[in-house]
């Protein structure tokens, strides 16, 4: 294995988990949006409340998306270990 191919393992390994957790961060992110958004306009300013909502929204992302990132691993892991006798 070269250089080159051992950067391309690295990067695609790279996109793939940043493929994979986007469902999860997006939720968590946009639910603390509405969070930050109902403290200012309230007024509350408890950091601890946004914590069960976000935990709460990213399993249930999790859930919805499972069957996806699930796929996403199959066909990540099939194509590593089948291009394993190339590479060597």
Known sequence: M???QAIDLGRQAIFTALLI???L???GM???LVIGLL???TQV???T???V???VAMIVALSLTLPWVLGQLVQYSSELIAGIPGRL
């Open 2 to 4: 070269d250089v080159a």
């Open 21 to 23: 957790s986007s469902p």
């Open 25 to 27: 961060l997006i939720a």
């Open 30 to 32: 946009v639910v603390a």
């Open 39 to 41: 403290q200012a306009v």
């Open 45 to 47: 300013q408890d950091q």
């Open 49 to 51: 409340i946004s914590f």
């Open 53 to 55: 909502p976000k935990i």
